[in-house]
């Protein structure tokens, strides 16, 4: 049957009534679904622009109230009711940022406010602890509690005028779905440029008013202090990775290119070792300075013939010969013949906590078989040690009158806020548990507590 012969047979087929019925019935099933799947995506996207409004209200309330509670803390005069307010600004300001990120907005000013947001909220808990402490607010303090007020009341005008604009129409969420965020932040900027310049302005001057304290710039960014130097090529990382891993281990080195959406920019290498079959071991090496950033092996361990302080002595050569001077072991950990062991820098006898590099060494052979350097390439730098202002014989009478002391020192720890603390540390006993200690070193406080936990694998600390 030719082409033409079987559309006339179809023809026929189609004067059949029931034929004409069926047609008709799926015609209308086929409206119908229309109809259900368009009624469907209104609904949804109804429902998603519901949502959106709803964390932008509850956005514009509670930056309302973070300047209104700092308003309330420019004026207060005991340490209590100081407290009570600094905390509640730090509650406000989480919850606004907590709504913030429920809209799909990228536009940069909306990242600054989200980065104010965060930094208010650790800045007044950071001052509400002063105030708990029963020690005044300082000048600066103050200062910078009106700098923050002042812009908080500049962002509380923005989101007013946005608030506004998304009341009467001009502003529709609908947009932002259907053409994404640029058109949105078109959208904002041609309604509320004024304001959003003003804000933008503001920020501006914001981002150099607080002191390297509770929310340093250069520390939430990842302030990558070791790495000072020049930028290196693929072929230079490459021959940095020989001298890493021992140019006589090394069959071949594949390049996996550079890699910049981490922290910290670095070439990764995968690289087979001589005599180990399908077995490679991987490493990457920062694109400034050329540091080993992390590596990693892994082979069967024969045999533990190296005891810890052996494995300990290679390591601290392994680093002095790699430019890692000065370090000091703090904790291990052995498990299948490897033991992992945690350095810190040291100063001037100060242990620099924050500084810190991984290594794993192999108990048969002492072979470096893993280095992470990540803590070490963000913090270390040449410190300006303070000299302590509280003596450690003085630091000793707040600890627990059962603490039996087996060592003491100073130490510069890390804190919540990402910030460094000078401290003396005591290591000692009660009972049976193993405990260490951190008095601050300028006011005596009580600043950190660890349980030290000796397993057969290792020491822990919690």
Known sequence: MNVREKLYDFKNRLKDRHMYTIIVVLLIACVALGIGLYKKQTEYRQATENGYNLAFFELVDYIQNVENYLAKSLISTSPEHGAETLTNVWREANLASSYLAQLPIATNELENTAKFLNQVSEYSYSLSRKNIYNEPLSDEDLNNLKELHNYSVELENTLNQLSLDMTEGRISWGELTKKGTVAFAQQVSNLSQDSFGNITKSFEDYAGLIYDGAYSEHINQGAKKALTGEEISEDEAKEKVKQYLGEDKIEEITSNGLIENGQIP?????????????????ISITKQNGYPLLMNYNRDISAEVLSDEDANKIGIEYLSSHGFENMKETYFLKQDGIITINYAATQNDVVLYPDLVKLKIALDNGEILGLETSGYLNSHTERQIPEP?????????????????ESEGLAMIPTEWNTEVLCWEFKGKVDDTEFLVYINAENGREENILVIIDTPNGTLTM
Not at 391 to 403: I, S
């Open 389 to 405: 202002k509280i003596a450690k014989e003085d630091a000793k009478q707040t600890l627990n009158k059962d603490l039996q002391i």
């Open 266 to 282: 670095a070439y990764d290498f995968n690289v087979k070792i001589k005599g180990e079959k399908d077995n490679y071991a991987y």
